[in-house]
Antibody, heavy 121, light 110 residues
Framework: EVQLVESGGGLVQPGGSLRLSCAAS????????MHWVRRVPGKGLVWVSR????????NYADSVKGRFTISRDNAKNTVYLQMNSLRAEDTAIYYC??????????????WGQGTLVTVSS | QSALTQPASVSGSPGQSITISCTGT?????????VSWYQQHPGKAPKLIIY???NRPSGVSSRFSGSKSGNTASLTISGLQAEDEADYYC??????????FGGGTKLTVL
């Protein structure tokens, strides 16, 4: 069974840093594109970043480019999101998600339960 | 990066059909046949229900169907059921190799 479990969320002051982890099980991480998506409570989904299976192709939303870094450790079957220079508007539930292998384009088939990041003084 | 445009809310009675639109630009929806749709119930993770405009993942009801014309994609739910009440989001790959979501549509089953 495919499972994604996020951790690392919490309360951080503006300008601070957090590293989110997404532990994957039930599949081989390096066979899939992996994404981070966030949802501000009461608002919609916003895509954050993605990385392909070998880690050589990475994309970011403009709103986080230069501040967030996606990475993966295939040996640990874990994806990370390093978040620096955090702002109040980064407050959200952060989900990691796995692409559907059968899809030609991005299609987020499996999702974790999310981890809450709150940026506040 | 503006979100794709979806109606804030739609509603329908059990057994009826509803359609949710998702309007983008030539830089996203109009550029590729890579539109996906997601269903999200309160407190739950999103669920993929349509990918590549009109394909359904295994296990998703045939009551859900997708289409696209130009810069606008659509999700149709036929035979509305109470459990369909949820938030629905479209997404599309962009010409910048990023992903863009719609603002979300709240479906109410009357």
């Amino acid at each position: 069974e495919v499972q994604l479990v996020e951790s690392g969320g919490g309360l951080v002051q503006p300008g601070g840093s957090l590293r989110l982890s997404c532990a994957a099980s039930g599949f081989t991480l390096n066979d899939y594109w992996m994404h981070w998506v966030r949802r501000v409570p009461g608002k919609g989904l916003v895509w954050v970043s993605r990385m392909n299976g070998d880690g050589k192709t990475i994309n970011y939303a403009d709103s986080v480019k230069g501040r967030f870094t996606i990475s993966r450790d295939n040996a640990k079957n874990t994806v990370y999101l390093q978040m620096n220079s955090l702002r109040a508007e980064d407050t959200a539930i952060y989900y990691c998600a796995r692409d559907l292998a059968a899809a030609a384009g991005p299609a987020l088939e499996s999702w974790g339960q999310g981890t809450l990041v709150t940026v506040s003084s | 990066q503006s979100a794709l445009t979806q109606p804030a809310s739609v509603s329908g009675s059990p057994g009826q059909s509803i359609t949710i639109s998702c309007t983008g630009t030539t830089s996203d929806v109009g550029a590729f046949d890579y539109v996906s749709w997601y269903q999200q119930h309160p407190g739950k993770a999103p669920k993929l229900i349509i990918y590549d405009v009109h394909n359904r993942p295994s296990g998703v009801s045939s009551r859900f169907s997708g289409s696209k014309s130009g810069n606008t994609a659509s999700l149709t739910i036929s035979g509305l059921q109470a459990e369909d009440e949820a938030d629905y989001y479209c997404s599309s790959r962009t010409t910048s190799a990023t992903l863009r979501f719609g603002g979300g549509t709240k479906l109410t089953v009357l």
